[in-house]
């Protein structure tokens, strides 16, 4: 890997953080159109690095300063956390099998309701 691509990624790092720092939004809704569009990463490659990020503690920092003023409930965190591990072990199997066109538009349909439900709610 070139250094231009290592910096790139790096700053696409530093954006899905600070985006998802401010937002509360997983990091995946940015990077993984990035990865596909600007990168040229498949679907399946684009969800498995996503994936990947979040084995070390990516949020640990952004976590804490919630924490510190009172807005991260670390017992719902913790089982969603375990319900997390499971799900997304079997989300990954489930992935894996389904052709990369139906992957890509699933997720285009999750933003999709997502977004009108928040743009709409009161």
């Not at 994936?51 to 510190?68: C, F, H």
């Not at 409930?73 to 066109?101: D, M, Q, R």
Request: one cysteine or more; proline letters at 4%.
């Amino acid at each position: 890997m070139d250094i231009f691509k290592f910096l790139l990624f790096i700053l696409v790092g530093i954006l899905a953080g600070a985006i998802s720092g401010l937002l509360g939004i997983g990091g995946a809704t940015i990077i993984l159109p990035i990865l596909i569009y600007f990168f040229g990463f498949s679907q399946h490659e684009a969800q498995g690095t996503t994936l990947l990020l979040m084995v070390p503690p990516i949020g640990i920092l952004a976590a804490l300063t919630y924490y510190k003023k009172g807005y991260a409930n670390i017992p719902v965190a913790i089982f969603i956390c375990l319900g997390f591990i499971l799900g997304a072990f079997l989300g990954a199997k489930f992935a894996i099998s389904v052709p990369e066109k139906i992957l890509r538009k699933l997720f285009a349909f999750y933003l999709v309701i997502i977004s009108i439900h928040m743009f709409f709610k009161k």
